[in-house]
């Protein structure tokens, strides 16, 4: 057995909708979890700046001497996944989401939703390509999901969350897809907006795919602990319990640390 | 005369409305831009993140030995003013749009839109205490519209923009202001909008405000020259010049350059 911690980034809270699949599935796990709230959102960021947020990132986890590295983030996952490659599994949200959805699509057709800075890297439509040419991938960004949900936004009555989907998701439904990735940690607090503006079709969510793609790749913990929750972000933690509630659909009673990447790490 | 530049900062493009109105006011001069486009938006940040990025900011436009500070953000000049405290004339937006607000008003109500960590802050509301007691200020934060403006969805079809602005103006039409300072410098963008959802309501802009303010503190440069334009910004400079269209409303010829600030003065 191995009771290192498996180590979970996201550029800011999207990826506690992982940490609540790894928490469900591997309940003896220690999980530390880091969000770069200061720097949120690195979707519409460059490749540059992406990366280097990420290296800093990956240093301050390896920190902790991991397991593994979920990188719960789309738009690292795409554009900076090399800033992960430092001696221990890393699992990104690109290939499982997309292995997922071709598993489950019938009629071959495909939506993704993710940042404007993950489909500029094509990194989804080369996965796919690879993994299942035959499948048609229609690509589109949700540039501005990603602020909606970190406000608060998702309930099924907020009129704007619901004018946004009906407008990003017009494209999938023209292009008829039964599978659609929610290529975004942050986009399945918004799931139900999502069924409904598209009826009928799978949503496959790459934060519990990115969980359920560990699985193979560690060694379990002693069966006969309970894994610990320490969450890490670079700015207001106060904030923090209430954010992830929303994001984890659960009260929270660890407190956040606030830790400073830029000073300590540059 | 006095030939040393005027630099302006913004947490990213917001901060160009007032360099446009810069330029008009002050044709002779000099303009140092920084953007801090790889760190924007500041407004939902902490104040301990807004002072820190402000500090950066000030000590990299204080390298170009400027004889001013226009601080085009709504956020700094609310939560980080003191990050400027560098020895030369240092304006920001709330003193003189509080006291526009206030020699415009008839009703002496007044409406007051800008970021959460300006509205958190207090520091309009204090401003208008000291300034004009008597006015009554309706306080109101327009989380989502750094975003909607950066995206570009500043027309007057956009469906969602519309529908913010609308949520977003419906207390001030309920407290029968007839003023509304626009007080983050993304927001005279949706100034169409905003003058359909509050008709005959006078709106007060931020950027050109503080570009008057400056009249008075400095010694004018020569007037036989043309003032230059120079850019920073901290990410992402290819999009810029078509950002910039946008906020200047008109073409530039000036490429930014990109900084990086935390490399550099950490």
Do not use: W
């Not at 309940?27 to 947020?53: C, H, M, N, Q, W």
């Not at 229609?138 to 970190?150: A, F, M, S």
């Amino acid at each position: 057995m191995d009771n290192r911690p498996i180590a979970v980034f996201d550029s800011g809270l999207g990826g506690l909708t992982a940490v609540g699949a790894l928490s469900r599935l591997y309940p003896d796990e220690d999980l530390i979890y880091f969000g770069d709230t200061g720097r949120v959102p690195y979707g519409t960021r460059s490749r540059k700046a992406i990366l280097r947020f990420s290296s800093q990132a990956a240093r301050f986890l390896m920190a902790f001497d991991p397991k593994a590295l979920v990188i719960a983030c789309g738009t690292a996952s795409t554009a900076a996944m090399e800033a992960f490659d430092c001696g221990v599994p890393a699992v990104g949200v690109v290939e499982p989401s997309v292995r997922k959805a071709a598993a489950v699509t019938r009629n071959g057709r495909v939506g993704l939703l993710a940042t404007p800075a993950s489909v500029r890297t094509g990194a989804y439509a080369a996965c796919m390509r690879s993994a299942a040419p035959h499948i048609a991938l229609t690509e589109r960004d949700g540039r501005l999901l990603v602020p909606l949900v970190e406000a608060g936004r998702v309930g099924p009555g907020d009129r704007v969350a619901a004018l946004l989907i009906e407008e990003y998701c017009a494209p999938f439904r023209a292009a008829g897809v039964d599978t659609l990735i929610l290529g975004c940690t942050h986009y399945p607090l918004l799931a139900d907006l999502f069924a409904a503006a598209l009826p009928g079709v799978t949503l496959v969510n790459a934060g519990v795919e990115a969980a359920e793609a560990l699985r193979g790749l560690i060694i379990q913990a002693d069966r006969e602990r309970t894994g610990s929750l320490r969450f890490f972000v670079s700015d207001d933690a106060e904030g923090f319990s209430e954010q992830a509630k929303m994001f984890l659909q659960r009260e929270i009673t660890e407190m956040a640390e606030v830790v400073d990447l830029e000073e300590n790490m540059v």
